[in-house]
């Protein structure tokens, strides 16, 4: 078997996922219709024009205008059961979704609607497709840490529903430092920590996430390469990182995806996972994100396998239910 086929078929995990990235542009318009809430878009193709980023903040000024017309309970049940659908298909038998509350508690819709339509999906999803998930409740770095601890507080009648907290939307000029605070408090909370860091802020944005906030993983993580210091810390520490390659190109962070580091940081001894990170706004699903850097990069069959093998090694499952995949 090679590699292409290989990934298609085997059981795979995803460990970095929006789910308002997961937001494709036809839901997107029936859902705008049933709330009769405009969208300055007259198309679904005018839409999927505007995806071209030429940055991080690009892509977040859309994301956030799209998440506009989720309002309903319903409308984050149909938005989370459109990507588990997409997990069925392509063998995705865990995923570890990041949901970003303030989002939509700046609009007035309340936490507790927001928890719950996902809740309803992810229970569907297990009973019809089998398919296992947790929550990663991601803090907005752009807002203050008082509003972070404010989003702390209204998620604690749901903290059975919850695992871990994250950190992400513009990286720049809003360090990890900025939420240690919080973060302390979250993990006595009992959530687990992660954090987006290095995507488009320096190597020291991942030191800081490390030592401040003291993450489980590192969401992306790529400019660590411009640290051998740091790397060979990462490496010693077997520290995870969600890489997403084709949220990289999208936004520009990597030119091409011939360019990309990902063979790089395996030969490093790094421990990457593959992952979608937007994939309605990115132009693929995790398969495809697979897909594109086997072709591209010339990735063998032995470091797929190891890919997906990282995949369920570095996600939050139990380790009795890890052992199934490994
Ligand atoms: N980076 C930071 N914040 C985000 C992203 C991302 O890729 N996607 C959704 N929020
Ligand atoms: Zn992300």
Do not use: W
């Not at 298609?8 to 705008?32: N, Q, R, T, Y």
């Not at 990735?299 to 369920?312: D, H, I, M, P």
């Amino acid at each position: 078997m090679n590699a292409l086929e290989y990934i298609k078929k085997v059981p795979k995990a995803e460990l970095h996922l929006h789910i308002e990235g997961s937001f494709e542009p036809e839901l997107m318009f029936e859902i705008a219709q049933r709330n009769k809430i405009e969208i300055p878009y007259s198309s679904i193709g005018e839409l999927k024009k505007a995806y071209q980023f030429g940055n991080l903040q690009d892509f977040l000024d859309i994301y956030y205008a799209g998440a506009n017309v989720l309002i309903h309970e319903q409308d984050f049940y149909d938005l989370t059961m459109a990507y588990f659908k997409h997990c069925a298909e392509e063998n995705i038998v865990h995923t570890e979704i990041m949901f970003d509350p303030q989002t939509h508690t700046k609009r007035g819709v309340a936490f507790s609607t927001v928890i719950n339509g996902i809740q309803r999906a992810r229970e569907d999803a297990e009973r019809q497709y089998g398919i296992s998930s947790l929550l990663i409740m991601s803090y907005l770095r752009h807002l203050s840490e008082e509003d972070a601890f404010e989003t702390l507080q209204q998620s604690l009648p749901f903290r059975h529903l919850i695992k871990s907290v994250g950190l992400d939307s513009s990286e720049k000029g809003n360090p990890p430092s900025k939420f240690r605070k919080v973060f302390e408090a979250s993990v006595k909370e009992g959530y687990i920590p992660v954090a987006h860091a290095g995507e488009e802020g320096p190597a020291e944005y991942i030191c800081e996430a490390l030592d401040l906030l003291k993450v489980a993983r590192i969401d992306h993580g790529n400019n660590c390469l411009t640290d051998p210091k740091l790397v060979e810390r990462l490496v010693e520490e077997k520290m995870a990182l969600t890489v997403c390659p084709l949220s990289n190109t999208a936004l520009r962070n990597v030119d091409d995806i011939k360019n990309h580091p990902l063979k790089k940081m395996l030969d490093l001894g790094l421990q990457v996972t593959v992952n979608s990170d937007d994939p309605a706004y990115f132009g693929g699903y995790l398969t495809q994100n697979y897909i594109s850097c086997i072709e591209a990069l010339d990735l063998s069959l032995e470091q797929v396998k190891q890919l997906v093998r990282n995949s369920f090694q570095y996600s939050f499952l139990p380790e009795e239910m890890k052992e199934k995949f490994l």
